[in-house]
């Protein structure tokens, strides 16, 4: 309901063009509410959006995390252009029913969209914390792949079989993740088992030399080797290799030379990697028979 009470550009029409106050006051009112709703519109645009535009660009967003964070603070300053002009426009009441209805709403909407909201909630820890970027290489809940978008409610990782992975934000915030590639370098680990009868110092010395033979695999941190087993069939000698700027192709691409390089050199030092064998004891009775011919 419009106040009984008459606002100062009421007044002025009425004085400037004799208009009763009945019709001025309807006027006048719906006059402020527009002008409430420009004024702080464009203020909002023209302040408040540039001011989250740099809040995000010192966070270092991505594109891909701006355009969603945009529209929620460009929905924020809609919802206060709106609010302003319905006070301006004496319409206060409307405004708290409004508000009570929308409260209720959004309590029923809460309870029916709580994975849907768990799920916008992870993806802006995601935006704000960055445990991983577009492009990144990370292994989560027994898959691994490349991440091609995030969005607020989901994570699409291609795999490395070209499967599309639609992954809730909120299972990538609720488990462990890893990302192999957030650093500017890796460490790989691979176990060479030999037999009890070769050289160790022959063969740590070999899986030495390949791995700083190699040009993808760091001088510094250097390789390692240590003898960590002593298996059934096998003793084991663990290799620490870096490789540096890592991808998922230079894991695999490095791994596989390296090892085949190691296998090459074993064969041609006369080192066995052996299998695991087993050596069954004990007799075997034999029931006798009828003699043919009985």
Do not use: C
């Not at 080797?225 to 894991?251: H, K, M």
């Not at 296998?263 to 695991?276: A, L, N, S, T, V």
Request: without cysteine.
């Amino acid at each position: 309901m419009i106040p009984a009470q008459s606002n100062f550009l009421s007044e002025f029409l009425n004085s400037l063009f004799n208009i009763p106050v009945a019709y001025t006051e309807p006027i006048s009112y719906a006059a402020l509410g527009i002008i409430a709703f420009v004024v702080v519109y464009v203020l909002g645009r023209a302040v408040v959006m540039p001011v989250a535009d740099r809040a995000m660009d010192r966070r270092g967003l991505e594109a891909n995390a701006k355009k969603p964070l945009r529209k929620v603070v460009f929905f924020i300053v809609l919802f206060v252009a709106v609010a302003a002009a319905f006070a301006a426009s004496g319409r206060g009441n409307i405004l708290t029913s409004l508000a009570t209805v929308a409260a209720a709403a959004t309590l029923a909407i809460g309870f029916a969209m709580q994975n849907v909201i768990a799920n916008f909630v992870a993806g802006v820890f995601i935006f704000v914390e960055k445990p991983f970027k577009i492009g990144d290489w990370i292994q989560f809940d027994g898959n691994d792949g490349v991440v091609e978008d995030i969005s607020l409610r989901v994570t699409r990782v291609r795999t490395f079989d070209n499967e599309l992975l639609t992954v809730p934000n909120s299972q990538l915030t609720d488990n462990v993740v890893k990302n192999p590639v957030d650093a500017d370098k890796l460490r790989l680990k691979f176990l060479f088992g030999i037999g009890y009868d070769d050289d160790i110092e022959k063969a740590t010395d070999i899986i030495m030399e390949e791995a700083e033979a190699h040009e993808g695999i760091m001088d510094d941190p250097g390789p390692s080797v240590r003898l960590t087993e002593l298996g059934d069939s096998s003793v084991g000698l663990q290799s620490r290799i870096w490789i540096a700027n890592p991808s998922r192709a230079d894991f695999v691409k490095t791994r596989g030379e390296y090892v085949t390089a190691v296998k090459r050199r074993f064969d041609e030092e006369g080192i066995d990697i052996p299998y695991p064998t087993r050596t069954l004891t004990g007799g075997i009775d034999v029931a006798e028979g009828p003699v043919a011919g009985e």
